[in-house]
C-alpha cells in the first residue's frame, strides 16, 4: 500500500504541476495579448495626435500666412487695433469686479438716490429735500450734503433738465468732479529711495494695508523695506512681520514700548544700506490724545527730512470706509498734524453707504490712492474716480 501510495501521490503531484505550467502559460499568453492590444492602441492614439498636431500646425501656418498678408496690405491699421483692443477687455474684467465688491454701496445708498428720480412727473423742491434726506444719512455731511445738492441744482438749470430722471446722470457728474484726480498713484521715483510713512488710528487696517502695498511694490521687483514705528498697541510688531514676510520684504523692529523716533531712524538706515526702493514706515494710531500724536508724529517727519533732505515723500492716512463721519473727523486731525498727500480707503467692501470718499476728496483737496474691496492682496485697488463711479452708480 505504501508503494502505491507513494506512485499515485508523484502522478498526482505532477498532475498539478502540468496544470500549474499551464496555467501559467495561458497567463503569460494572456499578457502578451494584452500588451499587444495596448500596444496597437497606443500607436492608433499616437497616429492620431500626430494628424491633429500636423493639421494644427498646417492651421498656424496657414494663419500665420494669412496675418502677415493682412500685415504686408495694412500694417498701420493692424497694429492699432491690437493696440486697442487689448486694454479694453482688460478694463471690462476690471471693472465687473469692481462693481461686484462695491455690490452693497451700489445698492444701498446709490440705488437709493436713483429712485428718488424715478416716479416723480417734476423737478420741485420736494424731491431736492428728500435728496438732502438721503445724503446725510449716507455720512456724506450736512455741509458736504448742502454743497452737493446746491451744485446739483446750478448745473441741472445750466443743462436745461426738466425730467426728474434725467437728474440722476447730472448728479453722477456732479459727485465725481469732487474727487481729486491728480496725483492718485503712489510717488515712486527710480535711482532713490523712495518713503511711504502710513498713519491711521487702530482698527482701520493700516497693518493688512502696509502689506498689501509691500506685496505690490515687490511684484514690481522693487526692494522694500518696512519699520514697524508702532510699538505700543499689542501684537502690532508680529502681525506687521508676518505681513512682511508674506510681501518678501524686510523689517525693522524694536522691542515693544520702545522709541518710534528710533525706530524710523534704524528703518532709514537700513533702507539705505540695502539700496532699497521703498522704505515704508507704520506708526501708532492713538487718537486719544492728540498733544502726544501730534508731537510723536512732527519728531518722526523731522527725522524722514533730517534723512532725505528736501526730497518729497508719501505721508498717507488710512480710513475705515464703514466708519462714515468719523473718518472725516479722522482726516481733519492727522491733516493737522502731519502734511498728508493722499488717503488709503479700506472695506468699502462692507458698507451701503460709502459716501465718505467724497467728503474727504472735496474738503481736504488730497487724492484717494487705494480703495480696499476686499481681503485678497489684488482687494486693494488703485483708485481711479471714473471707475468707481461707473461701480457704484451703473
Do not use: C
Amino acid at each position: 500500500m505504501g508503494f502505491f501510495n507513494k506512485l499515485f501521490g508523484r502522478k498526482k503531484e505532477e498532475k498539478v504541476e502540468e496544470q500549474k505550467e499551464k496555467l501559467e502559460q495561458e497567463i503569460v499568453q494572456e499578457e502578451i495579448d494584452s500588451s499587444n492590444e495596448l500596444k496597437e492602441e497606443r500607436e492608433e492614439e499616437e497616429k492620431k495626435i500626430d494628424e491633429a498636431v500636423e493639421k494644427s500646425v498646417q492651421d498656424e501656418t496657414v494663419e500665420e500666412e494669412k496675418i502677415e498678408a493682412e500685415k504686408a496690405e495694412d500694417e498701420e491699421i493692424k497694429d492699432e487695433v491690437v493696440y486697442v483692443e487689448k486694454p479694453k477687455v482688460e478694463k471690462r474684467s476690471f471693472f465687473a469686479s469692481l462693481k461686484e465688491k462695491l455690490f452693497k454701496s451700489r445698492e444701498g445708498l446709490f440705488g437709493t438716490l436713483k429712485n428718488i428720480f424715478t416716479g416723480k412727473s417734476i423737478v420741485d423742491g420736494e424731491m431736492y429735500e428728500e435728496l438732502e434726506d438721503t445724503l446725510v444719512q449716507s455720512d456724506i455731511g450736512i455741509e458736504m450734503t448742502l454743497k452737493i445738492v446746491r451744485d446739483l441744482k446750478a448745473e441741472v438749470k445750466a443743462r436745461g433738465v426738466k425730467k426728474p430722471e434725467d437728474v440722476y446722470p447730472v448728479l453722477k457728474d456732479v459727485l465725481e468732479s469732487y474727487l481729486i484726480t491728480e496725483d492718485t498713484k503712489l510717488d515712486i521715483q527710480p535711482g532713490r529711495m523712495n518713503v511711504i510713512l502710513i498713519v491711521g488710528v487702530n482698527g482701520v487696517g493700516k497693518t493688512t494695508t502696509i502689506g498689501k502695498i509691500a506685496a505690490k511694490l515687490v511684484k514690481e521687483n522693487k526692494k522694500v523695506v518696512i519699520g514697524a514705528a508702532d510699538t505700543f498697541r499689542a501684537a502690532a510688531v508680529e502681525q506687521l512681520e508676518e505681513w512682511t514676510k508674506r510681501a518678501g520684504a524686510e523689517l525693522v523692529k524694536h522691542p515693544d514700548g520702545a522709541d518710534p523716533g528710533a525706530v524710523v531712524f534704524d528703518t532709514l538706515k537700513a533702507g539705505e544700506d540695502k539700496n532699497a526702493d521703498v522704505v515704508i514706515i507704520d506708526t501708532a494710531g492713538r487718537l486719544h490724545n492728540k498733544n502726544n500724536l501730534m508731537k510723536e508724529l512732527e519728531k518722526i517727519n523731522n527725522i524722514i527730512k533730517k534723512k532725505i533732505g528736501d526730497q518729497p515723500y508719501e505721508s498717507i492716512l488710512v480710513l475705515d470706509g464703514t466708519t462714515g463721519q468719523n473718518g472725516l473727523i479722522q482726516a481733519r486731525v492727522f491733516n493737522e498734524v502731519t502734511k498728508l498727500t493722499g488717503f488709503i480707503v479700506t472695506k468699502l467692501d462692507g458698507t451701503a453707504k460709502g459716501g465718505i470718499l467724497f467728503s474727504i476728496s472735496e474738503e481736504l483737496k488730497k487724492p484717494i490712492k487705494y480703495i480696499g474691496v476686499g481681503e485678497g492682496i489684488e482687494d486693494l485697488r488703485e483708485f481711479n474716480s471714473k471707475e468707481y463711479i461707473q461701480a457704484i452708480f451703473d
